[in-house]
């Protein structure tokens, strides 16, 4: 998803990175996640990002021009990954195989990257001004595309009537809650996703009330 990286970053001006700029970019982003994800956008500091990515603040300029356009690669980042799996939904494949396959790999992401969601749901709540072309674009029309594949296990008489977009949203909403929320579950239950066993609860539990939800029966080999 290249639509929102940085205006003057390395990429773009020499058509392409050696393994050492792509490290150091990796390096940026991934400090610039931490950064971001704490202090939000205009808490951030360029200096804080380039010493967290154990380089100068001229280095790191080298690669990005501006706070700004960090901020934007860090959030197409997110994005790519974010939309990888709602992307592998099959149409032919089983809608219980598949929707619990997709649960599973949402949660997780919610164990693997908890800085990438909050900072994503922070961006959103602010009126998303640096990805709402994103969200109006590409995630639209994937959203459809796989609205359209639950669309046609409905007809096919394969799950329950459920409105796709609808059930989408509740995955979403679901799932990123152990991430958005971590504090709040640690201090109710103890423990996060971080314990295997209770990831692999929420994973069984989220799954059955999602399934059962739409009439589907949970798949034994589904590990949920």
């Known amino acids: 998803m290249t639509s929102l990286e940085g205006q003057g970053s390395v990429s773009q001006k020499n058509g392409g990175l050696s393994r050492i700029q792509e490290r150091n970019r990796?390096?940026?982003?991934?400090?610039?996640?931490?950064?971001?994800?704490?202090?939000?956008?205009?808490?951030?500091?360029?200096?804080?990002?380039?010493?967290?990515?154990?380089?100068?603040?001229?280095?790191?300029?080298?690669?990005?021009?501006?706070?700004?356009?960090?901020?934007?690669?860090?959030?197409?980042?997110?994005?790519?990954?974010?939309?990888?799996?709602?992307k592998t939904l099959d149409a032919d494949g089983e809608p219980a195989r598949e929707l619990a396959a997709y649960i599973r790999q949402k949660i997780q992401m919610s164990a693997d990257y908890p800085e990438a969601s909050r900072l994503?749901?922070?961006e959103v709540m602010q009126g998303a001004p640096q990805i709402l072309p994103?969200?109006?674009?590409?995630?639209?029309?994937?959203?459809?595309?796989?609205s359209q594949v639950i669309d046609n296990w409905i007809e096919t008489g394969r799950m329950q009537l459920i409105d796709p977009v609808h059930l989408i949203f509740t995955i979403w909403a679901?799932?990123?809650?152990?991430?958005?929320?971590?504090?709040?579950?640690?201090?109710?239950?103890?423990?996060?996703?971080?314990?295997?066993?209770?990831?692999?609860?929420?994973?069984?539990?989220?799954?059955?009330?999602?399934?059962?939800?739409?009439?589907?029966?949970?798949?034994?080999d589904s590990g949920a």
């Open 174 to 220: 679901t799932t990123q809650h152990y991430a958005d929320f971590s504090i709040q579950v640690r201090a109710l239950t103890g423990r996060d996703l971080s314990d295997p066993e209770f990831f692999e609860e929420t994973v069984a539990s989220v799954t059955r009330l999602l399934l059962n939800g739409v009439g589907l029966t949970v798949p034994q």
């Open 26 to 86: 990796s390096l940026i982003l991934e400090a610039a996640l931490s950064e971001f994800s704490r202090k939000g956008f205009s808490g951030a500091t360029v200096e804080r990002i380039a010493a967290e990515a154990g380089m100068s603040k001229s280095n790191l300029l080298y690669y990005f021009s501006s706070k700004e356009a960090i901020y934007k690669a860090t959030l197409a980042h997110i994005l790519e990954v974010w939309l990888a799996p709602l």
């Open 134 to 146: 994103i969200l109006e674009g590409e995630l639209k029309r994937l959203v459809e595309e796989k």
């Open 120 to 122: 994503f749901a922070n």
